[in-house]
């Protein structure tokens, strides 16, 4: 089943790359915009994860495991959640990269629900993003959105990370 | 984005200067965590690339502008959780179809769904969190993204409770 799963997944790709050198080639337009799409979104991936992976490797070798635990794990308390969504501001580029990051806390020993808080936080109120999005919409636009989300968020994350604890959740190995 | 270029620039050369072996193994945890992680990175962006052919910014701006302010926010927030956008093209976006008269609810619920909903992310998602767990993320942001388009809705008085 899961080489079958493989298999379909590999068929998948390759369609979709003979479909856009074919669409090149003959100068189908569709496929030559989907192209141009699948480029434009590549630059900017690639502008930004070599820098995110870097990190998350400096951090993976220098930040003990018992620091991530005393201020993000079991017995830090309230305050936990705090940093989590501090951290989230600081992020960049969007959940495709929030989602590797936190995946490097959880495996450092932060708890699931601060991991949950930081995602979603990241989404939301990442800080460069934010003054873009006041600067366009006004500040009013954004304050709602962050009185509203933040709550839930925190709320939700607590509820959800206990939640998937009991259950004995294990977010999935990257590492080897 | 230059002070993350700064800022892991400045990590990497000072890691180096304090443990040269310890930095080494940095970069191959780095390069393995990506290896693993780019199939899923690779499948996000094929997806992304067909949405954003499926959903061009004209249709966006369609959708949003026209109906009922409840039908516009409903397909704000569809089309904000299906694709995924950059926030220098979403927010200008946004700009303009506010000066065309479309409300800051469905702004809302388009904006805070694009952001916190990832459908086309869901690949990267699955590799990260797990499918349960990620769906599971995914539904609740959905209703707090609804919560928040509608209380910006409410304060802004363009509905009536």
């Known amino acids: 089943m899961k080489r079958f799963k493989q298999f379909s997944l590999i068929g998948m790709v390759l369609l979709y790359a003979v479909f856009i050198s074919v669409s090149l080639t003959v100068k189908f337009n569709p496929g030559i915009r989907i192209g141009q799409h699948f480029w434009s979104f590549f630059l900017q991936m690639i502008k930004l994860l070599p820098c995110v992976f870097i990190l998350i490797g400096l951090f993976e070798v220098w930040i003990k495991r018992e ?3 005393k201020h993000l794990g079991h017995g830090a308390g309230f305050l ?12 960049i580029g969007g959940l495709y990269v929030a989602l590797p990051v936190a995946h490097a806390l959880y495996t450092k020993g932060a708890r699931l629900g601060v991991v949950f808080a930081y995602i979603s936080a990241a989404a939301i109120c990442r800080v460069p993003m934010t003054l873009f999005e006041a600067g366009i919409l006004g500040w009013k636009f954004s304050l709602i959105r962050f009185s509203v989300s933040l709550p839930l968020v925190v709320v939700s994350s607590i509820l959800l990370g206990n939640y998937f604890e009991k259950k004995g959740y294990r977010m999935p190995e990257n590492e080897r | 984005m230059i002070i993350l270029y700064i800022i892991t620039a400045v990590l990497v050369l000072l890691s180096f200067a304090v443990d040269f072996r310890k930095t080494l193994k940095a970069f191959r945890i780095s390069l393995k965590r990506f290896l693993k992680i780019s199939p899923a990175f690779g499948g996000m962006l094929i997806l992304v690339s067909v949405a954003m052919y499926i959903f061009p910014e004209e249709f966006i701006a369609d959708s949003l502008g026209s109906g009922s302010i409840w039908i516009s926010t409903a397909a704000g927030s569809l089309i904000g959780s299906i694709t995924l956008m950059p926030g220098f093209i979403a927010f200008p ?10 409300q800051y609810m ?3 619920g388009f904006t805070t769904t694009l952001m916190m909903v990832g459908i086309l992310s869901f690949p990267v998602e699955k590799a990260c969190l797990g499918v349960k767990v990620a769906v599971v993320r995914n539904i609740i942001s959905l209703v707090i993204a609804l919560i928040v388009a509608v209380s910006t809705g409410i304060i802004y008085g363009e509905i009536a409770l």
């Open chain 1, 67 to 69: 620091t991530i635990e």
């Open chain 1, 80 to 91: 936990s959640y705090i940093w989590g969504i501090l951290l989230a501001g600081t992020t």
């Open chain 2, 93 to 102: 976006l946004c700009g303009v179809l506010r000066d065309y008269g479309v």
């Open chain 2, 106 to 108: 469905v702004l809302s």
